[in-house]
């Protein structure tokens, strides 16, 4: 892919050359793992301020069709929600808003396990009442490998946060992440700050 390869140009970040190669040897839509990779991937330009290569490697996505796999869609969803975050940096509301709408829809979509648009819509509703502050920040964690003096763990669930905290709360899907959205901004940018000078 030549964004792999404009990176390889742009980049002198130990992390996200590693995740470009490993991308440029296989990156597959249909694959968790691939897709893992490819979100580490954008979250880490983006907290090295790489905006325009972060937007780039996030299109790639756009054409996924939605199948409701989400150890696929997981990680595409955070995407879109870093890119809902950026749009509305650059004051591109309305595409921000229909990326929203498409996350909203996928989410709203019938299961197998819930077979009708009422019920479905019933479990979301209790799917996101419980991200909060506390479950989406990983304070906890990263309180308590930092009592063992494990400052590379407690950065890894920085960073992990990150994909909650902007990829969730940036979509506006989320009761109680709205309610907090000061709070997590906060920390967003805390974060991001230990994140580039690890």
């Not at 796999?69 to 997981?74: A, D």
């Not at 304070?139 to 969730?168: C, H, P």
Request: overall charge negative; some cysteine; charged content about 25%.
């Amino acid at each position: 892919m030549e964004i792999l390869e404009e990176i390889s140009q742009q980049c002198s970040e130990k992390k996200i050359i590693q995740l470009s190669h490993k991308l440029a040897k296989k990156c597959s839509f249909k694959s968790g793992a691939d897709m893992e990779n490819l979100c580490h991937l954008v979250y880490w330009l983006y907290v090295y301020g790489y905006d325009d290569l972060t937007l780039s490697c996030i299109s790639l996505t756009h054409e996924v069709p939605f199948n409701q796999n989400y150890r696929i869609w997981t990680f595409i969803h955070n995407m879109w929600g870093l890119e809902i975050r950026i749009l509305k940096e650059r004051g591109r509301t309305d595409l921000a808003q229909k990326i929203t709408e498409s996350i909203d829809a996928h989410y709203l979509l019938p299961t197998k396990l819930e077979p009708t648009v009422t019920k479905r819509k019933a479990m979301e509703e209790r799917r996101r009442e419980r991200f909060t502050y506390e479950t989406v920040s990983n304070r906890e964690q990263i309180e308590a490998t930092l009592a063992e003096s494990d400052v590379k763990s407690a950065n890894t669930w920085r960073f992990t946060a990150l994909l909650s905290m902007i990829g969730n709360t940036e979509t506006g899907l989320y009761p109680a992440l709205n309610e907090s959205k000061g709070q997590i901004e906060g920390t967003v940018q805390s974060y991001m700050e230990i994140l580039r000078q690890s």
